[in-house]
């Protein structure tokens, strides 16, 4: 179970979800380059609401934008080894190389975010259903294990 955090009240999830909507249903089509991108910083704030608490102090929370706007940037390069995954795992008869893949690329997500948040509330912001760790996600631990070869 993980501990509360000393942030103030969290959204429910219903109403994050009907602000989330609300803030995407409202954008013109298509949406200007700066529209996107305000679009995507209210909808960071909404979700550090939600997972963390309404009281997230706000230059947190500009260190946060900054994360997320490094790994958009570095977006390709998340994608391009998930590819590189994917044929590995096509062309190897063992699975370690692939998880060891995804883990990187999940593990490049988890330390941006780490360089912000301490452990409990990284847990919290990424949905950790497990106990905070300094672990990725995308652990060999946690990944189930891929197909069998034919």
């Not at 993980?2 to 009907?18: I, N």
């Not at 790994?71 to 096509?90: E, K, M, Q, S, Y």
């Not at 997500?109 to 949905?127: I, K, M, W, Y």
Request: aromatic share 6%; proline share 11%.
């Amino acid at each position: 179970m993980k501990a509360p955090l000393p942030f103030g009240t969290r959204l429910s999830d219903e109403r994050y979800q009907r602000s989330v909507a609300a803030l995407y249903n409202g954008l013109p089509e298509p949406p200007s380059p700066e529209q996107e991108t305000a679009v995507r910083r209210k909808s960071l704030n909404l979700a550090i609401d939600h997972r963390l608490g309404v009281d997230f102090p706000a230059s947190r929370r500009d260190a946060l934008w900054e994360v997320q706007q490094r790994i958009a940037r570095n977006h390709l390069r998340v994608a391009c080894g998930l590819v590189f995954t994917g044929l590995v795992r096509l062309l190897t008869p063992t699975n370690w190389l692939t998880r060891k893949g995804l883990g990187a690329a999940g593990g490049y997500v988890h330390r941006q975010f780490a360089r912000v948040l301490s452990p409990d509330e990284l847990a919290h912001f990424l949905g950790d259903d497990d106990e905070p760790s300094n672990e990725p996600p995308s652990s060999p631990a946690r990944l189930p294990p891929s197909r069998p070869r034919r």
